[in-house]
């Protein structure tokens, strides 16, 4: 079984540069996180989907950050424009359903915003 | 809101060493508990889970016991390898809105030397 996809694996842009992120899940896991981890810190969540919709984007900066999962599969993460406080790993994870524990998560996209 | 606080790393040992990685938590109702490993170039990976109290989760050598009275969840090797040098993640889940959200501590940095 395939596992979680991301790329790009590594970015670095200038401050007010917009970037995005992208995430394939595996196969049929209808629920799709995204995640800010910040160094020296435990992820934090960004926004979820359930299916191609979105169920919680309380914790996402929606002035400069947005996100879609179009179909329900794959997922992207904008960023415009950055700064450089969002330099982070950006993680995207997949559950089989929202009410199921186990998450399994992609390698991460490491952003260097300078 | 619900929380995870981890011991603050690096942990440093030699191989065959005892470890053990604190973890406590403060939450409302009954968390699921597990600790997650993040290998160096790799996504984070369940390592194990507790999802009630007393429950002693366990894999590949490693166990952790969710005990309500003193709302932690330690986690714990008898014997540890170079292998095992990585990133360690306790974590929660926070029920709101619906859905289950997984809070991460900080991570516990553990370095195994021969």
């Known amino acids: 079984e395939a596992g979680v996809a991301q790329s790009p694996r590594y970015k670095i842009i200038e401050k007010r540069q917009s970037v995005a992120f992208w995430c394939n899940p595996i196969?049929?896991?209808?629920?799709l996180y995204w995640y800010q981890q910040i160094l020296g810190q435990g992820p934090k969540l960004l926004i979820q989907?359930?299916?191609?919709?979105?169920?919680?984007d309380s914790q996402l900066p929606k002035d400069r950050f947005s996100a879609e999962r179009l179909k329900g599969v794959d997922s992207t993460l904008k960023i415009q424009p950055a700064k450089l406080e969002d330099s982070a790993v950006y993680l995207c994870?997949?559950?089989?359903?929202?009410?199921?524990?186990?998450?399994?998560f992609g390698p991460g996209t490491r952003l260097t915003v300078t | 809101g619900d929380s995870v606080t981890q011991m603050e790393g690096p942990v440093t040992l030699s191989e065959e060493a005892f470890l053990t990685i604190n973890c406590t938590y403060t939450?409302?109702?009954?968390?699921?508990l597990f600790w997650y490993v993040q290998y160096p170039g790799e996504g984070l990976q369940l390592l194990l889970k507790?999802?009630?109290?007393?429950d002693k989760g366990s894999n590949k050598g490693f166990e952790a016991t969710y005990r309500k009275e003193t709302t932690s969840f330690h986690l714990e090797k008898g014997s540890v390898q170079v292998s095992d040098s990585a990133v360690y993640f306790c974590?929660?889940?926070?029920?709101?809105?619906?859905?289950?959200?997984?809070?991460f501590g900080a991570g516990t940095r553990l370095a195994v030397h021969p």
């Open positions: 994870a997949s559950s089989l359903s929202p009410d199921y524990y186990e998450q399994y």
């Open positions: 196969s049929g896991h209808a629920t």
């Open positions: 989907f359930q299916n191609n919709g979105v169920v919680d």
């Open positions: 939450a409302t109702g009954y968390p699921s």
């Open positions: 507790a999802t009630k109290a007393d």
């Open positions: 974590a929660l889940t926070s029920f709101s809105g619906g859905y289950n959200k997984l809070i």
